[in-house]
């Protein structure tokens, strides 16, 4: 099926996607790796007015350590957890548990911040991270921090 009309922007800082999400509200959705968003939009079961793409956005894709802290940015592909040697050797819960999410393809396109976002209790992401207690940077008109417990409501 194709999807409903909507327009697409492809905003080349975050500031300029965070802009765009911020003036067209409810009627935006973000696409980053697209697995679970693209999907819906073939099947009809989502549609808004626009599609904001932040592949393009530099500095959103990165697995570094800051202070004793694992810190893996929104747009870091699953893939790349499978292929971090800081993964592999600091942290191997994560290490044995990134190669049992999904499959290859959903691996080497889906994003950490869209499926941690997305929120489906059916997604692997979402259960490693309340695990881990991971914490979550959510930027808008401000930064703040927000514990996977807290993200996650009804989970």
Known sequence: MIP???DYHR???LDDALKLLKKYGDEA???SGGMSLLPMLKLRLASFAHLVDINRVPGLDYI?????????GAMTRQAA?????LIRTKYPILADAVPLIADPLVRN??????NVANGDPGNDQPAIMLALGATFVA???K????????FYKGL
Do not use: H, N
């Open 4 to 6: 409903a009309a909507f």
């Open 11 to 13: 905003p080349d800082t």
């Open 29 to 31: 959705k973000v696409l």
């Open 64 to 72: 570094k350590e800051e202070k004793g802290t694992l810190r893996i």
């Open 81 to 85: 957890l499978e292929r971090s040697d």
């Open 109 to 114: 396109r889906g994003t950490i911040g869209g």
């Open 139 to 141: 930027r808008g008109s």
């Open 143 to 150: 930064e703040r921090s927000i514990p996977a417990g807290q």
